[in-house]
């Protein structure tokens, strides 16, 4: 009978390097960070008002917030409309949603971002869109 071999410290390196590289890891589509990366874009472009926990935000504070808020909720995120849900909707700390202003009218960031998104892929070739599963 043979003893268990010690775990090292390159063992362990390896074993973690594997499972990262494993298909089993939380890897966001190439089509859906390239959405992902539209919506921050548009949000740093915006002529608008962003307002966080009552707070108004600039363009440029909203993208970086968002931004942060990404990286850090990335791991729940499998597709640009969970990137929306728990990146950009609401305030993580109070529940509050996020609200963008823009020409007077208000809404929250999840209706102004859905929109946008839906907008994007309306326009988006077909070619550039995963393809659907044909049903028998």
Request: some cysteine; hydrophobic content about 35%.
């Amino acid at each position: 009978m043979n003893p268990a071999k010690p775990i090292t410290a390159p063992r362990l390196l390896l074993t973690a390097l594997l499972l990262a590289l494993s298909p089993f890891s939380w890897a966001i589509s190439p089509q859906t960070e390239q959405e992902i990366q539209h919506l921050l874009t548009y949000i740093a472009a915006a002529d608008c008002e962003f307002e966080r926990n009552g707070d108004t935000k600039s363009p440029a504070q909203a993208h970086a917030h968002i931004e942060l808020k990404y990286g850090n909720t990335r791991k729940y995120i499998s597709s640009t409309e969970d990137f929306i849900k728990y990146a950009a909707s609401e305030s993580s700390w109070t529940g509050r949603p996020y609200k963008v202003r823009c020409n007077g009218v208000e809404q929250t960031t999840s209706v102004w971002l859905n929109a946008e998104l839906k907008r994007l892929r309306a326009t988006e070739p077909a070619a550039a869109l995963p393809a659907k599963p044909r049903t028998p």
